[in-house]
């Protein structure tokens, strides 16, 4: 199995934000960009990046879908310093959700929409140890309120070296949300950090593809078997891409098509996308013979 990356669509702006992120913390890079032609959204550019060496994946395909705050990019900090100056970051120009200030999981903590609507929680994290230093964070709210710990305990059973860690739930006196559903679980995905939440309270978004999460596949069979698993919503299935259950959308694609976007020339890429946009599950040997010209 390969890398799950986060996918994040944005109108116009998919450049001009991974650059700011990979200004904004450390050990951070543009891996690659390239561009998409002839896409039902026109010239499409897709950048690959990495932050705190976690890979990303940015495309602008028009304004067809807004971030919502369904799914956010939680950052654990080991000092006040590090909060502060990445809230300063992120905050800049965006909206605060939460503002920066003291409760009752962290002593320091700040949960804003940044300039370009993507939401980040920043977290003093306490002396605790942090694997990882970005977590996707996934909140079901609306209709799949109260499905937060299914889910993460679906998507672990889907996924190799994935396990289910610590679940904190609701108690008394923190309606609306039920008590015992999840107000914070930790979970991994293929040995990637992960997090989920419910939330009763009245929000008027929920997952949508302006986030999805891409899973990185060695061989036909894995994208058969994830597909097979994932999908939910046939009418959402085309380009690799998929809804499941819980309305979260992700694409199952082969390793081999980066390298085909990164190395490939003017003409094979061209083949290799009109290729690809006529499929829903993608196929590798059609994608290959594509980029071959046969």
């Avoid at 904004?24 to 896409?39: A, G, Q, V």
């Amino acid at each position: 199995m390969g890398r799950i990356r986060p996918h994040l669509w944005f109108d116009k702006e998919a450049r001009e934000a991974a650059e700011y992120y990979v200004a904004t913390f450390p050990n951070s890079t543009i891996t690659d960009t390239h561009t998409l032609h002839d896409t039902p959204s026109g010239d499409a550019e897709v950048v690959s990046f990495e932050l705190f060496g976690q890979g990303f994946i940015a495309i602008s395909a028009g304004p067809l879908f807004t971030f919502t705050p369904a799914v956010s990019f939680l950052v654990s900090c080991a000092t006040d310093a590090e909060v502060d100056e990445y809230w300063r970051q992120l905050a800049d120009g965006g909206t605060a959700l939460m503002p920066l200030g003291s409760n009752p999981f962290s002593d320091h903590y700040g949960w804003t929409q940044d300039r370009y609507g993507l939401s980040w929680q920043v977290m003093l994290a306490s002396g605790r140890e942090i694997p990882q230093r970005i977590t996707p964070t996934l909140m079901f709210v609306g209709d799949v309120c109260g499905k937060a710990e299914e889910a993460l305990r679906y998507y672990t059973s889907v996924f190799p070296k994935s396990e289910v860690g610590e679940i904190a739930r609701y108690g008394p006196g923190e309606e609306p949300d039920r008590q015992e559903t999840v107000k914070h679980g930790a979970f991994t995905l293929a040995g990637q950090h992960f997090a989920a939440m419910d939330s009763a309270r009245a929000h008027d978004f929920t997952f949508n593809e302006a986030v999805s999460l891409l899973v990185d596949c060695e061989t036909q069979d894995e994208i058969d078997r994830y597909w097979e698993a994932l999908s939910a919503v046939p009418e959402a299935e085309q380009c690799g891409w998929l809804k499941d259950r819980y309305g979260l959308s992700w694409q199952i694609v082969p390793a081999a098509m980066d390298e085909m976007m990164r190395r490939g020339s003017k003409e094979q890429m061209a083949r290799v996308t009109k290729a690809f946009l006529a499929m829903h599950k993608l196929d590798v040997a059609e994608l290959q013979k594509a980029y071959d010209g046969r």
